[in-house]
């Protein structure tokens, strides 16, 4: 048996690159594959076979412990950065934080051409880049061998990603870090970074000079987040906002056709997190406190530690932080128990993807029907008129009484 990893189906990869940072040798690259993710390569010439590599692997080691759990509820205490985050920007929180007490906070952003990938970030006015759930899978780079670096220099850590990025870390660093704080999102899958290009190619042709892009922007609240695309003119006519059953990257996230294949039967769907802290979404806050829904977002939060749980209480005196019964908070929902379901034309809009042009292939998978155009028209013009969040208020309220 190979003592090094090989990959033979590539639903036993989750790409966190854990192989590729503990190798002695540098043999090992991490490449793209023809749907865009990427996987280990092993230069047979340079390898050693000292099996370092399938030691770290936190796919063949899978591993878990009955953890101390708390589960909270918050809303950051500046209506800004809660606007500018996926929920109740708990992450800004847990950053500012760790940037107080001369951290280093690692995290997910765009580069210059919006690639998605793991990058630093030393003071608070930066911590913009991470704010906002990017829906393409992240690419490490060399951000695992610069956490060791700065946790050996007594520097204080704060790590972000998908919770099988964070056990990737884990095992690479072969043991506990008092300076060391991990934080995973609860995360349904990750889509292809190569869908993600084709998406962007698309748009940049309408879209020129583009700005910003935010995959959960509250441009009509927090309950009906959309993809948005700003540009760099701040002109109003020329902004993009569409949601999940209208713009068709989010509708290709949402239907399971795109993501990586582990994500169909992700192991790390758990409550017995190896993270410090582990964040998500919380739509229906009214469960636990009605006076708390607003529609401006609200995080779950989940600590699975001592460490986790001090910084929590720590940052709980500046914000809203409230407990909340752990059963009620983590019961029923999917994205932390169970994988999603791939859809039955995966592999058919994969084999498209590297043949159809963009339009083609969006138009194809997720036509914009007359339909969906006039639910996206109807809800502009609600918007406008300064109705559309009354009525959805009203509609709740009738439900309800029903
Ligand atoms: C791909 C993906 C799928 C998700 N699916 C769900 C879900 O199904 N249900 C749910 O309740 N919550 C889900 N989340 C989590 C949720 O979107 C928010 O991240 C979470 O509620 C925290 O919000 P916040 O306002 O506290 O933080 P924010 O300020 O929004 O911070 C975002 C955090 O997410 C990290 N991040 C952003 N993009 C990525 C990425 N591509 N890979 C890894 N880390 C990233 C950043 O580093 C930062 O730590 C998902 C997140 C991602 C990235
Ligand atoms: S077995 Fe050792 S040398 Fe070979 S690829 Fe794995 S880590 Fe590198
Ligand atoms: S360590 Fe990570 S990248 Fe390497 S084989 Fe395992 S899951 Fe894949
Ligand atoms: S669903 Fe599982 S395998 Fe996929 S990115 Fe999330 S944690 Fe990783």
Redesign the pocket.
Known sequence: MEKHIDIKDKSDCCGCSACKNICPKNAIEMMSDNEGFLYPHINEDKCINCGLCKKVCPVLNAQETEKQKHTYI?Q?NNDTI?H?????????AISDYIIENKGIV????FDKDFN?I?TSVTNKKDLSK?????????NPLNTFKEVKENLEKGKLICY???SC?IEGLKRFLEKDYDNLIL?D???????SPLVWKKYLTMQKKKYQDIDKILF?DKYYGYKYSNLSIYTKNNDKKNEYHRGIDSDSYLRAFFSNICDRPICYKCPFKKDNRESDIT????FEVEKFNKKLDDDK?T??IMTNSTKGEKIIKEISKKHICEEIDFKLATNK???MYQPVKMNSKREDFFEDLNILSEEELFNKYFPDTIKIKAERNIRKILLKLGIYKPLINLGKRIRKRD
Do not use: M
Request: with cysteine.
């Open positions: 918050f950051y809660r500018e985050s996926t929920s109740g920007g708990a992450f800004t690692y995290g997910v952003a998605v793991h991470f704010r906002n759930s990017k829906y393409v899978q992240s972000s990603g998908t990025q934080v999102v609860v995360c349904r899958a990750v889509p959960r964040i998500w979404d919380c977002g995080t779950r929902f999917l994205a």
